[in-house]
């Protein structure tokens, strides 16, 4: 297998290609510890591995013992993984002091991921004011600090392109704020989509939607991957845990969500791939803060 990662410059539309051959694909038995909550740190990045949402009553008994309290949902998950998408945002923006809350909630290191509201992403069509939306967003997440993550903008299907707008959306972002952007019109998947992100340090995110792992088209100093896939093929997982590893060994930051389920399966998924992750760290000798 040959993983291929195309680094996307906003001078370039061709921008760089690096072939990398991969390491020898290994598969391990899932490590439902804390093992899981470690996330690649060295000289070069960080990979944080995580569900999409956490607090999901169907997984009481399976992912949580039967009779966790709510308030106790977010620390046993934090304990195990190292980041958390949350949705909720999209359309109730959470209180001070419930952003407050979490951040106490959950050890050094871990991060949230935000979803931007639905609200914003809808005045970013041809309206300026969205900038000074996000720019409100942000001084209310503000209060996670170092456990601030990634913000997540989602454009609909009916919201064709319109990189001028994207282009004034980020003008007027925060500095410092790490933005990534899913496009689901496919207008907007062109090299000139790419360089306005890679102008901003913006990043594309990587979906895989169970058809096979996607390009890694990379315009900022870390990557956004949501694995939506609900398989267990172990060639999958161990090639995403190969992608992953290789990323934060070119000194990007790697964000990666599962897709939750019912039944609590993606929370395996996600420390399975954490434990993937640790042992191509062990190959490379890229040592693990935990």
Known sequence: MQVVVRLVSSQAAAGQWIDRRSATARTTALAASTAGRAYLHGMLAEARVGTSGYAYRDWIGSVYPHGTAPADLLPYYANHLSTVEIAATTSRMPTAEQFTAWAAAVPAGFQFALKLPTRITAE??????????????????????????????????DFPADRPALGDFLRAAPRGVRLAFEFLHPS???????????????????????????????????????????????????????????????????YAFLKHDRKGLAVERALRLSTLLRNESDVNEQPLLT
């Open 188 to 254: 907007w998947q062109e090299d000139a989509t790419l360089r306005v992100l890679s102008a901003h340090n913006a990043a594309l995110v990587l979906t895989d939607n169970g058809e096979g792992a996607p390009r890694l088209e990379l315009t900022a100093d870390f990557a956004y991957v949501r694995i939506r896939r609900e398989d267990d093929r172990a060639d999958a997982w161990a090639e995403w845990a190969e992608r992953l590893a290789m990323l934060t060994r070119r000194g990007v930051d790697v």
């Open 124 to 157: 970013l069509r041809g309206s300026r004011s969205a900038g000074r939306a996000l720019g409100t967003f942000i001084e209310a997440a503000e209060q996670l600090g170092e456990h601030l993550g990634p913000i997540l903008v989602q454009l609909p299907a």
